[in-house]
């Protein structure tokens, strides 16, 4: 919905704060409390997201909140909160299966996820779009490629979140906008303005600001 209204940069930066919210939702639903320190870290690394994200098109605090009432920054926000309250489930239910090995609960986790989001976007392609269903089988040397990358992405994600809070875990993961920065410099040879240096490095201060308060 926030492609559709035109709005990818908004959308995606406000999805990003889904950090601060998945902090706020593990706290009341799960009871994780963090260090004063370690919230510091996640405003400071969400700041820095929203920066980098919407390379500096809000220039200043009145600018940034005009964009934060418009329909993409709306559903990003919205994104955002059903990204972390996915997180907090993912928790709970690691922490509701019997066995002493997290890691293996994770994956126990992961597996039933994965078998559920395929039968509902399965289900949801057969019925709406049938050419599409059709097209995934066609080109599956390439999607089994990307999928098996997800799923060990998702596998990484559901560890963390079995071995620390949620808050935590979502914090350092904002370093992935950094990887994307490095992988456009090295990979695709685009030079990093002042702009995304500075959300950079702002990034990488809020993730040592959580390290360092955990």
């Not at 370690?38 to 809000?58: D, F, N, P, T």
């Not at 050419?131 to 080109?139: D, G, I, K, N």
């Not at 875990?169 to 040879?189: D, H, N, W």
Request: some cysteine; overall charge positive.
């Amino acid at each position: 919905m926030a492609f559709g209204h035109r709005g990818f940069a908004v959308g995606t930066a406000y999805a990003k704060t889904e950090a601060v919210q998945g902090a706020i939702l593990a706290l009341v639903l799960l009871g994780e409390r963090i260090s004063a320190l370690a919230w510091v870290g996640i405003a400071i690394g969400v700041c820095g997201v929203l920066w980098l994200s919407l390379a500096g098109r809000a220039a200043s605090f009145r600018e940034l909140a005009r964009a934060t009432v418009q329909p993409a920054a709306v559903c990003g926000l919205a994104a955002g909160f059903f990204f972390a309250l996915t997180s907090v489930l993912v928790k709970a239910a690691n922490l509701s299966l019997p066995g002493d090995d997290p890691i293996l609960r994770a994956l126990v986790t992961l597996v039933v996820a994965n078998v559920l989001q395929t039968l509902m976007q399965g289900g949801w392609l057969l019925a709406r779009e049938p050419m599409q269903l059709r097209a995934v089988f066609t080109t599956w040397r390439t999607s089994a490629q990307v999928g098996a990358l997800s799923a060990c992405g998702s596998a990484c994600w559901f560890s963390a979140f079995a071995l620390a809070p949620v808050a935590l875990v979502r914090a350092v993961g904002q370093v992935e906008i950094l990887m994307t920065l490095l992988f456009s410099r090295f990979y695709l040879k685009e030079s990093p303005t002042r702009a995304e240096v500075l959300g950079a490095l702002t990034v990488v201060v809020g993730v040592v600001l959580v390290l360092a308060g955990r």
